[in-house]
Each structure stands twice: as C-alpha cells, then as structure tokens.
C-alpha cells in the first residue's frame, strides 16, 4: 500500500487494515469448508508443499474450485498449466477432465516439478496430467512443435507475471476459437494501476492486460479477489476467432 496518510493515522489504517484481512480469512473459511473443501489428496498437496519447503502460494480452494468449475463447464478435455508449484491447481483442473483428457503443466523448477508428480500420482491422476520442467518460454515452442499438441480448450497461467504477455501470446498459439485463457493474479494488492511501477510483475501484467485490449481473437473481463489470498484478482479471456 502507497497511499499518503495523514500523521497518527497509519496505526489505525495497518489495524483496519487486519481486520480486513481476517474477515476475507473467515469468510473464505466458511465458504470453503461448505463448497470446496479439500479432500486427502488436496490435503496432502499442500502439506507435501509445505513440508519440501515450496512457498505457501497455491490457488485458495474456492479458487480451485472455480477453476475446476470453468473447466467442467465448457467440456473441457485439454488444459495447459503454465506454472505448477506442488500441483494443488493442477489436481482441481484435472479432476474436470473426461475420461481420455488431457492436462499438460510446465513449471521451472525441478524440486517443485518433483512433488508436483508425487501429488498428481497419489491423486491418480498422473495418467491425465504430465509435468514438464524447464522455463516455460524454452518448453512452450518444443511443446508447440509437437505433431498433436493442442488445442488446449483452457490454460491457467499462474507463472512468473513479467512473462505474462508472452504466455498470452503462447496460449492465443494454442488455442481454438472457443477456447478460455485464465491469468492468476492480475491485480497484485491494487499495484496493477501504478503505471510507473518498476515491479517486474507489474510491468508485466499491465501489457498484458494492455495486450488483450487490443486484440481482436480475444473477449475479456478482469475481477478482484479478496480472502485467505489477499487482494488480487484474475483475468478470463475466451478466444472468439
Ligand atoms: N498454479 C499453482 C501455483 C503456481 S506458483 C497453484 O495454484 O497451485 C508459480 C510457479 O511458477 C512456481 O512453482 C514457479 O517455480 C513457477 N515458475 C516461475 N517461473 C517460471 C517459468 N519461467 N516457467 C515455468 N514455471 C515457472
Ligand atoms: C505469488 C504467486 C502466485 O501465483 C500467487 O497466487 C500468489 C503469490 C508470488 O509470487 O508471490
Ligand atoms: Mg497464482
């Protein structure tokens, strides 16, 4: 948060402030124990994470949830995940695939790459979803160059943000008409409207977002998010040519 206060007053904003934060914390609880909560396997996903020492910055489960929900909504039968961590996203995604569907997430590091494949298989899901190590800009135009890769009918992009509009780009490549391209974390806590911020992630996701304005293959919304996540927001683009 940048905004000028007035003097005595930051005291007062940081406890508002707290107090916000744990009532989205309360409300995200209530909502996730009654719509979406994890079962073991999900359970295990995070606390697998955790134990391996992979930052706490899954997906929420109503999150998941609602990933899982766009997923099952358009009979989607090929997803491509750009950034996996222990693959708590990538086990809500693939559980929206039919039988004979397909989910491809690509994901830098090898350690998380590793307990990504140890949680897909204990969810019995490592038939429908393969993990791909390596920087996703090295690993998407090998991916492309493959006779039968793609489609996808929908991408979840949750990697590095300054990359963010090379993966539009990337999943616009991928794509059909008809197809949904989901961007996690498209409002960073407010800081998407600093048009001088030097924030590589900012940077990023403002021409990403500067990107999808302007092309025409694409239909957009964005949406701010608050709870157990923070403040922060997503964008979904469908591709309509
Ligand atoms: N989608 C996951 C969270 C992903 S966190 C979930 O919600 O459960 C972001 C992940 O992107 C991290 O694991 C990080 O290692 C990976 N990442 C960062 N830079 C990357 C790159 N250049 N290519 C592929 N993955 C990258
Ligand atoms: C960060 C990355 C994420 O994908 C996320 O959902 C939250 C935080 C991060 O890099 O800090
Ligand atoms: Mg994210």
Avoid: C
């Amino acid at each position: 948060m940048t905004e000028k206060l007035p003097e005595g007053s930051q005291h007062a904003h940081d406890t508002a402030e707290q107090a916000a934060q744990e009532r989205w914390e309360a409300v995200d609880r209530y909502l996730t124990d009654l719509l979406a909560p994890d079962d073991d396997a999900l359970t295990t996903a995070l606390t697998s994470s955790e134990s391996a020492g992979l930052p706490s910055i899954a997906v929420a489960g109503n999150q998941g949830k609602l990933l899982h929900l766009l997923a099952a909504s358009m009979g989607a039968r090929t997803i491509l995940e750009i950034g996996t961590l222990g693959g708590y996203s990538t086990i809500w995604l693939a559980r929206a695939l039919p039988d004979g569907g397909r989910l491809i997430s690509l994901e830098y590091s090898p350690e998380h790459a590793e307990v990504a494949r140890g949680n897909l298989a204990r969810a019995g899901l490592d038939h429908i979803a393969e993990v791909r190590t390596g920087a996703a800009l090295e690993t998407l135009p090998k991916l492309a160059a493959e006779p039968g890769a793609g489609p996808f009918d929908l991408f979840f992009i949750d990697a590095d943000k300054k990359n963010n509009p090379h993966y539009v780009e990337w999943a616009l490549k991928l794509s059909r008409p008809g197809s949904l391209i989901i961007v996690d974390n498209t409002v960073r806590g407010g800081a998407v409207v600093e048009r001088d911020s030097t924030d590589p992630s900012v940077v990023g996701t403002r021409e990403m977002y500067a990107l999808v304005a302007r092309e025409p293959r694409l239909d957009a919304t964005a949406v701010q998010t608050v709870g157990v996540k923070g403040y922060d927001g997503f964008l979904l683009a469908r591709v309509v040519s």
